[in-house]
């Protein structure tokens, strides 16, 4: 019988909303206003392996080194800050029935979103809301819907959605595929 091999390269765990897993040592992240990832209070700017199981992140100040279905590998080419997360957006692109896109900017930008369903689904309605914003869209099968968001400057801005009509990939919970998340930050005159 063949010895378990260990990645030895990685030497903490840092944890983003989330409870601890086991019995590794972790440290708490949190974001400051402009997308700084900070630990101990201090931006951290050490490589960064990301788990990326039902959620799309977006950084800057990072190089993409690697890239697998449920983590990317990132060396820190300035100060890494997060851009977008999408917490329930799974890798094939469908959103769980419930989650959050969240925009770190200091300088305001638009989010752009393109849903779809494949033909052979049921319309899905899903609520879009945050700040000054409540719209149900219904997303019928073959269909593309692009939308817009403008995002206001000045730190982090979030756009939940939900559906109270989920259909289930084998046994995952999915409501409609979210074709395009992007943000797109408002240049400076």
Same mark, same amino acid.
Not at 69 to 94: C, E, H, K, Q
Not at 157 to 163: A, I, K, Q, Y
């Given at each position: ?6 990645n !030895? ?23 400051a206003?402009?997308? #700084?990832?900070?630990?101990?209070g201090?931006?951290d ?6 788990? #990326? ?6 950084l ?12 990317d ?31 770190? !900017?200091?300088?305001?930008? !638009? ?19 945050g700040?000054?914003?409540?719209? !149900? ?6 269909q593309?819907?692009p ?29 409609v595929?979210a ?10 005159p």
């Amino acid at each position: 019988m063949a010895a378990p091999l260990l990645n !030895t390269s990685v030497k903490r765990l840092l944890l983003l909303g989330s409870a601890p897993i086991d019995q590794f040592d972790t440290k708490t992240v949190r974001v400051a206003g402009d997308g #700084t990832l900070l630990v101990d209070g201090r931006p951290d700017r050490r490589p960064l392996l990301v788990q #990326t199981y039902g959620s799309t992140v977006q950084l800057s100040g990072v190089e993409r080194v690697r890239h697998e279905l449920v983590f990317d590998l990132y060396r820190p080419i300035g100060t890494p800050r997060l851009r977008v997360l999408a917490a329930g957006r799974f890798a094939d692109r469908w959103l769980a029935p419930k989650g959050a896109i969240t925009v770190w !900017t200091k300088t305001g930008g !638009t989010l752009e979103l393109v849903l779809a369903l494949p033909a052979g689904t049921q319309v899905t309605p899903i609520v879009l809301s945050g700040k000054g914003i409540k719209r !149900t869209v219904r997303v019928h099968p073959g269909q593309r819907i692009p939308l817009s968001f403008r995002v206001p400057a000045g730190g982090a801005w979030n756009l939940h959605f939900s559906s109270d009509r989920p259909g289930y990939l084998g046994e995952r919970a999915v409501s409609v595929r979210a074709e395009r998340v992007s943000f797109e930050p408002r240049r400076s005159p």
